[in-house]
């Protein structure tokens, strides 16, 4: 009998009592939002602050991605694990603990003096968000068990993701230097985790058995080599340190799923490979990294250095996406009775195709107005995945799972963005001029769009 097959089983049981909110839900859902959204500004500044870090490390253009990469690749080698360990061995627990992981690595990204130290300490950071991003979820689904009380935490939650996302580039625009930027980012996720050690209360899966730390090894040394071989292959496919690492996480996806069929209390239950709902917050967390962050996440290093907008400029014309997107995720639940979150992902992939599309020819025309269009659509398509994207990854798995379903739904995400970044920056360096390389990875970023739009849509429920 399977996981999923066991908790078919025993579902009645668990549903006979009322399912109610915790008291503690509302201090909950501020401190896991709250840590959200430093998490993401974290993951944003060097965004906008590329040019001014790489100057300050004397970092090479094509060592340039690891400024960007390092911390999807710990969130991208962590999150599942991250999930699967927050539902075994207490969500607060981990939360907390990388809540202060990532406040200190923050700090110490202020002090870094190489382009090395730097990425090390962004692939810290990365990791410890992936502990944050990953219990959250679950902490709040322990929180929130209701319908309509998941519906509203899940819906604030993904707000706070593009709130995040908004505000960090504001920060490191309005500061001196990206070093301040980075130690007061650490020093309020500290104090956002003094308040969660007040606040919070434990919760973890009663599944019983050992958790499985085998299979949590083998997933992330195979993540690791996928998005270490995704990021140095934007210096050439076909070099041989590439070609290893993209063996070495072949045979340790093998591995692991070999690892899993055998375990008793797996990681992530296999089974769930064929459900199509977890298929579609798979798929659309793979096709938000590729499609939506990777081209933004570069987009305005690019419009500093052919447009010459200052990072504030820059990050004032990014606070029209991001703004928007924030206030879309915040009322996209009013949407939930009549478009199912498939179907909102859908939507959303759509809106930032067409706003891609729309952004065509602005660079080459030298105007940041011609993008205002397009970056108003894409807003708004953005706030619609971050949506959506939480409540389908924890329903698309048994309830005291949901910590491992957000952290697969994110791992994927974050694959996506690393593959996404490095595909970016080799489209728009691959054509002689920075504004047809710019027009080329929209073009890029709006077909792939397009080809989510159907995923999502085909992997629909039977029966």
Same mark, same amino acid.
Do not use: K
């Given at each position: 009998?399977?996981?999923?097959?066991?908790t078919?089983?025993?579902?009645?049981?668990?549903?006979?009592?009322?399912?109610?909110?915790?008291?503690?839900?509302?201090?909950?859902?501020?401190?896991?939002?709250?840590?959200?959204?430093?998490?993401?500004?974290?993951?944003?500044?060097?965004?906008?602050?590329?040019?001014?870090?790489?100057?300050?490390?004397?970092?090479?253009?094509?060592?340039?991605?690891?400024?960007?990469?390092?911390?999807?690749?710990?969130?991208?080698?962590?999150?599942?694990?991250?999930?699967?360990?927050?539902?075994d061995?207490?969500?607060?627990?981990?939360?907390?603990?990388?809540?202060?992981?990532?406040?200190?690595?923050?700090?110490?990204?202020?002090?870094?003096?190489?382009?090395?130290?730097?990425?090390?300490?962004?692939i810290?950071?990365?990791?410890?968000?992936?502990?944050?991003?990953?219990?959250?979820?679950?902490?709040?689904?322990?929180?929130?068990?209701?319908?309509?009380?998941?519906?509203?935490?899940?819906?604030?939650?993904?707000?706070?993701?593009?709130?995040?996302?908004?505000?960090?580039p504001?920060?490191?625009?309005?500061?001196?230097?990206?070093?301040?930027?980075?130690?007061?980012?650490?020093?309020?996720?500290?104090?956002?985790?003094?308040?969660?050690?007040?606040?919070?209360?434990?919760?973890?899966?009663?599944?019983?058995?050992?958790?499985?730390?085998?299979?949590?090894?083998?997933?992330?040394?195979?993540?690791?080599?996928?998005?270490?071989?995704?990021?140095?292959?934007?210096?050439?496919?076909?070099?041989?340190?590439? *070609? &290893? =690492?993209? @063996? #070495?996480?072949? $045979? /340790?996806?093998a591995?692991? +799923?070999?690892?899993? !069929?055998?375990?008793?209390?797996?990681?992530?239950?296999?089974?769930?490979?064929?459900?199509?709902?977890?298929?579609?917050?798979?798929a659309?967390?793979?096709?938000?990294?590729?499609?939506?962050?990777?081209?933004?996440?570069?987009?305005?290093?690019?419009l500093?250095?052919?447009?010459?907008l200052s990072?504030?400029?820059?990050?004032?014309?990014?606070?029209?996406?991001?703004g928007?997107?924030?206030?879309?995720?915040?009322?996209?639940?009013?949407?939930?009775?009549r478009?199912?979150?498939?179907?909102?992902?859908?939507?959303?992939?759509?809106?930032?195709?067409?706003?891609?599309?729309?952004?065509?020819?602005?660079?080459?025309?030298?105007?940041?107005?011609?993008?205002?269009?397009?970056?108003?659509?894409?807003?708004?398509?953005? *706030? &619609? =995945?971050? @949506? #959506?994207?939480? $409540? /389908?990854?924890?329903?698309? +798995?048994?309830?005291? !799972?949901?910590?491992?379903?957000?952290?697969?739904?994110?791992?994927?995400?974050?694959?996506?963005?690393?593959?996404?970044?490095?595909?970016?920056?080799?489209?728009?360096?691959?054509?002689?001029?920075?504004?047809?390389?710019?027009?080329?990875?929209?073009?890029?970023?709006?077909?792939?769009?397009?080809?989510?739009?159907?995923?999502?849509?085909?992997?629909?429920?039977?029966?």
């Amino acid at each position: 009998m399977t996981q999923l097959d066991r908790t078919a089983v025993t579902a009645p049981a668990r549903r006979a009592a009322p399912a109610r909110e915790t008291p503690r839900g509302a201090a909950t859902l501020v401190v896991t939002s709250a840590a959200t959204a430093l998490a993401l500004m974290t993951y944003t500044a060097p965004m906008f602050t590329l040019p001014d870090t790489a100057a300050a490390l004397h970092t090479s253009v094509s060592a340039q991605a690891w400024l960007l990469n390092g911390t999807p690749l710990g969130l991208a080698a962590l999150l599942l694990v991250a999930g699967s360990l927050a539902d075994d061995y207490g969500r607060r627990r981990i939360f907390l603990s990388g809540t202060v992981a990532l406040g200190i690595t923050t700090a110490l990204g202020a002090l870094a003096s190489s382009t090395w130290m730097f990425t090390l300490a962004r692939i810290a950071q990365g990791a410890a968000s992936a502990a944050v991003l990953a219990s959250s979820l679950g902490l709040l689904v322990h929180a929130f068990p209701t319908p309509r009380g998941r519906l509203h935490a899940t819906g604030v939650w993904g707000a706070f993701v593009s709130g995040g996302i908004a505000v960090g580039p504001l920060l490191a625009g309005s500061l001196p230097n990206w070093r301040t930027a980075y130690g007061i980012l650490g020093a309020a996720l500290l104090v956002v985790a003094a308040l969660g050690a007040r606040a919070l209360t434990e919760s973890r899966a009663p599944r019983g058995g050992r958790p499985d730390l085998a299979g949590a090894l083998v997933f992330s040394l195979a993540l690791a080599s996928l998005v270490a071989a995704l990021t140095l292959g934007r210096d050439g496919w076909l070099r041989a340190p590439v *070609g &290893l =690492l993209f @063996a #070495a996480a072949v $045979l /340790l996806t093998a591995a692991f +799923v070999a690892v899993e !069929r055998r375990g008793r209390a797996p990681m992530i239950d296999l089974g769930l490979l064929r459900r199509p709902r977890f298929l579609a917050s798979s798929a659309g967390g793979l096709f938000t990294g590729l499609a939506v962050i990777g081209l933004l996440s570069y987009l305005p290093t690019l419009l500093q250095q052919t447009l010459g907008l200052s990072v504030m400029d820059t990050a004032w014309l990014f606070l029209l996406w991001s703004g928007l997107s924030f206030a879309v995720a915040l009322q996209a639940r009013r949407l939930a009775g009549r478009v199912s979150p498939r179907n909102q992902l859908a939507l959303g992939f759509a809106l930032h195709g067409a706003g891609a599309l729309a952004m065509l020819g602005a660079v080459d025309a030298g105007s940041w107005v011609r993008l205002l269009p397009g970056l108003l659509v894409a807003g708004v398509g953005s *706030g &619609l =995945l971050n @949506a #959506a994207l939480p $409540l /389908l990854s924890v329903e698309a +798995v048994p309830a005291d !799972r949901a910590a491992m379903g957000s952290g697969a739904q994110q791992t994927f995400r974050y694959i996506g963005s690393c593959a996404g970044v490095a595909l970016t920056i080799a489209l728009v360096t691959s054509q002689g001029s920075l504004a047809r390389g710019a027009d080329l990875a929209m073009a890029v970023s709006a077909g792939l769009a397009a080809l989510a739009t159907v995923s999502v849509l085909v992997l629909r429920e039977r029966g």
